[in-house]
RNA sequence: CGGGAAGUAGCGUAGCUUGGUAGCGCGCAGCGUUUGGGACGCUGAGGUCGCGGGUUCAAAUCCCGCCUUCCCGACCA
């Protein structure tokens, strides 16, 4: 096996090369469409779980809507088509005759559900209503990237509508913090920024877009999360309804928030290095290999019984005896997948009654007692979590500068190769046009003390800026 | 969709300038020897040279069109 191109020399290759060796993904036959292998998609089953989990912690319940939509849907909300119309999947044909009328394949699912929101809403006392979907959707992409653009991807997304505007920008901002941010930061040790999205950049028929954005090796911004505040602009155009305690008919207040397949991207790109994956324990499939040094029926024995200990004590465990594969070449892939533990089984464990433990995310072998596995495995586990996530957030410090005129944060984040922040006032509108010719967005507004700005006025923000996936 | 680069076995590539019917490395299969950081030997399988058309006695090679991938832009989770 070949070994992958470094991050330093090309990354874009780097991300490549570690995505095809560790057999995530694959490019699908059509242009932008991808196959998510068992380990990729194995991660993204964790993904999803620790997220259901806190979606559902959230209040929300899961339902299906279907994946086509009447195109006439769409041009209830004239800011929502305009956003999409360009990256729309159109089917026109089905049953071997043309359709009187074209289903649009979902890019996002707020104009369906809103038609059956206004069905099911009559009450205050049907609000809130909280719902999620985990489904495909579909968007024409000009220039796809493995999991980060992809025409077609999997995700979940949020749909709830509330009795007031002050309701709905709350819960907005919960699950921005306490599911995307939570998750973010806990299970995939990425540090993110929560702030919130500038006119230029919000989700089209969206009143405010509040963001979760990592920075990744390369120092480029990810926009790992979205929320948004969609008002009432919806329930206008849908009817949706509901009598207050008075008597008042009123249009429902709503928000819609969504994270996609795209986080695969984001765990290889911020936590990746020269030698592969490096994984999160908290997050990591499998996290810890047992490496069999050499076919030996004692070894094995020694091996299986570590395992089914480590089982027991709550750890995802894998045993390695594939012998026959030299033992290099084994550790090399081990670490191409980005394990977090991996522990070695050999003649040598059974003569001293120590085995060695390496970690991935520093490459440091440790050697212990075998009877001191189970305890300090865990307790290594834990480390690398919290090691993991420091490292991510010194290396964003290190690559964050403050700047004072829109020139000065246009060179440092060029430069630096990373995120400038600067008052938004120095900034506005007109500023983000000017960055834009140097392929530079403003990719979020938060308070000076780096918090979420809630309700405050525009002209006490600090604006990130960075180019951006 | 605009600018650039590239498509030859699963992956990486030679051959193309100067047309003559495809080679190498890795990987893969079988057997044997190995086994503590990408093992070795022997044997073997695997190719519509991206697709379509044209020129020619003859095309991987020359010409035209298209498709795909990567990079840079515009668009986006």
Redo the contacts with the bound molecule.
């Keep these: ?4 191109t470094s991050q330093q020399a ?1 990354f ?2 780097w ?2 090369d570690v995505i ?1 060796k560790t057999e995530l993904a694959d ?1 699908g036959p ?3 469409t991808m196959v998510i292998r068992p380990y990729g998609y194995a991660l993204w089953e964790r993904i999803q779980g620790e997220l259901d989990e806190r979606i559902k912690a959230a209040g929300a319940q899961n339902a299906y809507f279907p994946l086509l939509i009447p195109e006439s849907y769409l041009h209830r909300e004239s800011e929502h088509v305009e ?1 999409f119309s ?2 729309l999947a159109v089917v026109t044909h089905g049953g071997g005759r043309e359709l009187e009328e074209p289903a649009v394949v979902r890019p996002t699912s707020e104009t369906i559900i809103n038609a059956y929101f206004a069905k099911w809403i009559q009450s205050y006392r049907d609000l809130p209503l909280l719902i999620n979907q985990w489904a495909n959707v579909v ?1 024409w ?11 077609e ?1 999997l ?1 979940q997304e949020g749909h709830t509508a509330h009795a007031s505007a002050e309701e709905a920008r709350d819960y907005a901002i919960k699950i921005l913090q306490e599911v995307y941010e939570d998750f973010m930061v806990h299970v995939m040790a990425v540090p993110v920024i929560t702030g919130r999205k500038t006119a230029r ?1 919000r ?2 028929g969206a009143e405010e ?1 509040w ?1 979760c954005e990592g920075m990744m090796r390369d120092g480029k911004a ?5 929320s948004h505040e969609l008002g009432q602009r919806f329930s206008n155009m849908f009817g949706t309804t509901f009598q207050t305690p008075e008597g008042v008919d009123t249009h429902v207040w709503q928000t819609s928030w ?5 986080l695969l991207g984001a765990l290889i790109m911020a936590h990746g290095d020269d ?1 592969g994956l490096r994984l999160p324990p908290e997050l990591a499939p499998i996290q810890v290999v047992i490496i069999l ?3 030996d029926s004692t070894i094995e024995a020694t091996g299986m019984q570590l395992m089914q200990e480590l089982k027991e004590a709550g750890c995802r465990v894998e045993m390695d005896s594939d ?7 084994r ?3 081990w ?2 997948k980005g394990v977090p533990v ?1 522990i ?8 001293t009654g120590n ?2 433990i ?1 970690l991935r995310d520093t ?1 440091e ?1 440790q050697s212990i007692p075998v009877t001191s596995t189970v305890t300090v495995v865990p307790k290594t586990l834990s480390s690398i979590q919290h090691g993991m996530l420091k490292q991510a957030q010194s290396f964003r410090d290190e690559h964050t500068y403050p700047a004072t005129t829109l020139e000065d944060a246009a060179e440092k984040a060029i430069e630096g190769k990373g995120f400038a922040t600067i008052p938004w006032s120095k900034v506005g509108d007109k500023g983000e046009e000017r960055l ?2 140097s ?1 530079l967005t403003v990719r979020c507004l938060v308070t000076e003390d780096g918090s979420l700005p809630v309700g405050m006025d525009e002209k006490d923000l600090l604006a990130i800026i960075a ?3």
């Design positions: 096996m070949s070994s992958i090309d874009p290759a991300y490549q095809s490019n059509v242009r932008g956003g360009p990256e968007r992409e000009l220039r796809p990237r493995l999991f980060l653009r992809t025409t991807f995700w950049e989700f089209p877009s963001t990810l926009q790992m999360g979205t969504g994270v996609s397949t795209r030698y040094i050499s076919p012998t026959h594969t030299s033992y290099g070449r550790v090399t892939n670490e191409l991996r070695e089984m050999g003649q040598r464990e059974l003569d085995v060695t390496a490459r072998k834009a010719e392929g180019k951006a996936y």
